[in-house]
């Protein structure tokens, strides 16, 4: 199992680039960032800044979108940090949420995604493409590699991370919710003539270690429950599309009845004043909240669901403690092991 971590784009950058130093020294493989940029920072200027300064990790988006940023030019901005950096970027790309919200602007339609996507993809991989009727290719890229991965929670955009992602992303740490969201993206991936096993799957989700105590973890859900006012967010425009008798699982649905709406100015930070609504069942079941035992213990269940890849936020005031502990402890636990010698039977 490979780990990520993700992070806002706060001010001042180089903080945001000594964390990204910290995630490589306690082994995590990849790096993720918010983009939306009126919020936040630009990312892929600090992009740059993190892949200079180190040297395994992978960097990427959670999410980038096709509304605010032209596809070509997002696709020119990976294959560039690969002609620099080597391999290591990797696109997570939604319909667009925070970035175009903040200006009175809309998610794309569904077709407009599913093209974006196969134009990112191709472009920064090197090959050719065609857009608006015509033919382009990159003449400088050589060799760029970069994966797509979708990040959904509707059947709809399910369906197109099955279709055509790489990979998929859910933003999301429950268990049912995990389970019911990977087999409809292989089920749409198998319908559509592709091999199910070959999409890698990515479970985002804040974590939070805790010491142990009842006032840590008390603690530690208050901190983490800007998550499920996120979460719900997205919730909200399935249940207007969809209604409440859609396949999507009631533990998605049902806790955002007494929501009353959303505020982008505090998009994604702990302590917000509009997440009242979300229970605490819902922030044990989204998040990973406890001891490196029971952070352990989770993610085990969604690696037998099909995780690839576990992706923390660190939007709390636990970040180098939590990130140390992973380190330390979560991460070996799940790694797989390799024995330097092998003894025959004597």
Same mark, same amino acid.
């Given at each position: 199992?490979?780990?990520?971590?993700?992070?806002?784009?706060?001010?001042?950058?180089?903080?945001?680039?000594?964390?990204?130093?910290?995630?490589?020294?306690?082994?995590?493989?990849?790096?993720?960032?918010?983009?939306?940029?009126?919020?936040?920072?630009?990312?892929?200027?600090?992009?740059?800044?993190?892949?200079?300064?180190?040297?395994?990790?992978?960097?990427?988006?959670?999410?980038?979108?096709?509304?605010?940023?032209?596809?070509?030019?997002?696709?020119?901005?990976?294959?560039?940090?690969?002609?620099?950096?080597?391999?290591?970027?990797?696109?997570?790309?939604?319909?667009?949420?925070?970035?175009?919200?903040?200006?009175?602007?809309?998610?794309?339609?569904?077709?407009?995604?599913?093209?974006?996507?196969?134009?990112?993809?191709?472009?920064?991989?090197?090959?050719?493409?065609?857009?608006?009727?015509?033919?382009?290719?990159?003449?400088?890229?050589?060799?760029?590699?970069?994966?797509?991965?979708?990040?959904?929670?509707?059947?709809?955009?399910? %369906?197109? &991370?099955?279709?055509?992602?790489? =990979?998929?992303?859910?933003?999301? @740490?429950? !268990? /049912?919710?995990?389970?019911?969201?990977?087999?409809?993206?292989?089920?749409?991936?198998?319908?559509?003539?592709?091999?199910?096993?070959?999409?890698?799957?990515?479970?985002?989700?804040?974590?939070?270690?805790?010491?142990?105590?009842?006032?840590?973890?008390?603690?530690?859900?208050?901190?983490?429950?800007?998550?499920?006012?996120?979460?719900?967010?997205?919730?909200?425009?399935?249940?207007?599309?969809?209604?409440?008798?859609?396949?999507?699982?009631?533990?998605?649905?049902?806790?955002?009845?007494?929501?009353?709406?959303?505020?982008?100015?505090?998009?994604?930070?702990?302590?917000?004043?509009?997440?009242?609504?979300?229970?605490?069942?819902?922030?044990?079941?989204?998040?990973?909240?406890?001891?490196?035992?029971?952070?352990?213990? %989770?993610? &085990?269940?969604?690696?037998?669901? =099909?995780?690839?890849?576990?992706? @923390?936020? !660190? /939007?709390?005031?636990?970040?180098?403690?939590?990130?140390?502990?992973?380190?330390?402890?979560?991460?070996?636990?799940?790694?797989?092991?390799?024995?330097?010698?092998?003894?025959?039977?004597?």
């Amino acid at each position: 199992m490979d780990f990520g971590v993700v992070v806002q784009t706060n001010p001042p950058a180089p903080r945001t680039v000594a964390l990204a130093r910290r995630a490589e020294e306690h082994g995590f493989d990849y790096f993720w960032t918010y983009d939306s940029h009126i919020l936040w920072q630009e990312p892929y200027v600090i992009h740059s800044q993190i892949l200079s300064q180190t040297s395994q990790i992978k960097v990427g988006t959670m999410v980038t979108n096709p509304a605010t940023r032209d596809w070509t030019v997002t696709a020119s901005t990976f294959a560039t940090l690969n002609a620099l950096f080597g391999n290591r970027t990797i696109c997570g790309i939604g319909r667009g949420d925070s970035a175009v919200r903040v200006m009175g602007g809309a998610p794309v339609t569904l077709k407009a995604f599913r093209e974006s996507i196969g134009v990112i993809r191709e472009l920064a991989n090197s090959r050719s493409v065609e857009v608006n009727g015509t033919t382009i290719q990159f003449p400088w890229s050589r060799g760029s590699q970069l994966d797509v991965w979708v990040a959904a929670y509707g059947p709809m955009a399910l %369906k197109i &991370a099955g279709e055509v992602g790489d =990979g998929f992303i859910l933003q999301c @740490g429950d !268990l /049912d919710i995990a389970e019911w969201m990977i087999r409809t993206v292989r089920n749409a991936a198998e319908n559509a003539g592709r091999d199910p096993q070959e999409i890698k799957f990515c479970v985002a989700a804040p974590m939070y270690i805790t010491d142990g105590t009842e006032s840590s973890y008390r603690h530690a859900l208050d901190q983490c429950r800007w998550f499920g006012g996120m979460v719900g967010n997205h919730v909200a425009d399935i249940v207007s599309k969809y209604g409440t008798d859609s396949d999507v699982p009631k533990a998605l649905t049902d806790y955002i009845a007494g929501r009353e709406g959303y505020d982008y100015n505090q998009h994604g930070k702990s302590g917000n004043t509009h997440v009242d609504f979300v229970p605490d069942e819902i922030v044990e079941r989204f998040c990973l909240i406890g001891t490196a035992e029971q952070h352990i213990e %989770k993610l &085990a269940k969604l690696k037998a669901l =099909g995780a690839v890849q576990f992706a @923390g936020y !660190l /939007d709390h005031d636990n970040k180098e403690e939590t990130m140390r502990v992973y380190g330390a402890t979560v991460i070996p636990a799940l790694r797989e092991h390799v024995t330097a010698t092998q003894r025959k039977n004597v």
